[in-house]
């Protein structure tokens, strides 16, 4: 990893194509020409994240922000923005895995797998209560213990089929990336039963003022998931197998808070009632990322989601 290779944002302009032979070329267009052939020149050697020709790249650049009389908004009041990011192989690992006796046959049902017990203890608390006042508070708070069969795939049809890990999902709408159930673990490293927690809370208000007027709050937050990376390898007779690199409560994703609002307002027509709402989600707009690529790769890490912005919305409900 690499935590301080720097990152400039750079626009490009682009004019009407000219006919030389009648126009000379306009004293911007030889400009922006002259600074391209800089930045593709062969000195910076293809300015590679990492490199020390980006970094020289980089530092020519901000000269030019800084000549131009552009306000710098980067890290420490500069033109630069560190970022983080894997550069090509960062180390070897030798593993010891299991191959199967012989080539699956894809005959073999199993009905009921080794150990395929699950358990799932959860520990809960709550407090509702609506006051005379007008003011109402529900609140709650979760806590689980898992102890289960993880990664596991679906039973296949071929003969080459071998019941490998599941490959994490990469939905945005998934909040667990890897599967429940039992898979043909071939590393005896990290077995296929894992145990890990999560947890979750809730707090939610609301007050009626005057005039039908009501605010509310409503503040969630929960753990990420427990995970491992995942790594892919080709055996004799197995094919592909996927296996976890390390036990999943060994990694936990970013904690998901979220903070909205709303106020509204009701009011009558006849006898039809009209309700105003106006709503602000994730009012701290939280950046959480919610899934990544777990695929050990090129492509590990690489995010696939996290959480929406904030988002402000108005609306009217119609009550007949």
């Not at 012989?102 to 009921?112: E, K, L, Q």
């Not at 009701?266 to 009012?283: Q, V």
């Amino acid at each position: 990893m690499n935590p301080s290779a720097p990152l400039l944002l750079l626009a490009a302009l682009q004019a009407p194509a000219a006919d030389t032979a009648k126009a000379p070329v306009p004293a911007a267009a030889q400009h922006i020409q002259a600074d391209v052939a800089k930045l593709a020149g062969p000195e910076w050697q293809g300015r590679g994240a990492g490199t020390a020709g980006a970094d020289e790249a980089a530092a020519w650049l901000a000269a030019q922000f800084k000549a131009a009389g552009l306000t710098p908004v980067g890290d420490g009041g500069s033109y630069l923005q560190s970022f983080d990011f894997v550069n090509g192989v960062t180390s070897n690992i030798n593993l010891n895995l299991f191959d199967l006796a012989a080539a699956p046959t894809g005959n073999n049902v199993i009905t009921n797998v080794p150990d395929g017990h699950y358990r799932y203890d959860t520990l809960q608390f709550a407090f509702n209560k609506r006051f005379g006042s007008g003011l109402f508070i529900q609140s709650s708070y979760d806590f689980q213990w898992r102890d289960e069969l993880r990664g596991g795939g679906a039973p296949g049809n071929s003969t080459s089929f071998t019941n490998t890990m599941a490959n994490p999902s990469t939905s945005p709408l998934n909040s667990d990336v890897l599967t429940v159930g039992f898979f043909n673990n071939a590393n005896p490293a990290v077995p296929n039963r894992q145990k890990s927690t999560n947890w979750q809370g809730r707090l939610i208000g609301r007050y009626v003022f005057a005039h039908d007027v009501g605010v509310a709050a409503n503040f969630r937050v929960q753990s990420g998931f427990a995970y491992s990376r995942v790594y892919a390898a080709t055996l004799p007779l197995a094919g592909t197998v996927r296996v976890f690199s390390e036990d999943i409560e060994n990694n936990r994703t970013d904690t998901v808070p979220i903070l909205d609002f709303r106020v509204d307002k009701s009011f009558r027509i006849g006898r039809y009632r009209f309700t105003g709402m106006a709503d602000l989600f994730n009012a701290t707009n939280s950046n959480a990322v919610t899934n990544f690529v777990l695929i050990n790769g090129a492509n590990y890490n690489k995010i696939n989601a996290t959480l929406d912005p904030r988002v402000f919305q108005i609306g009217i409900r119609f009550d007949f």
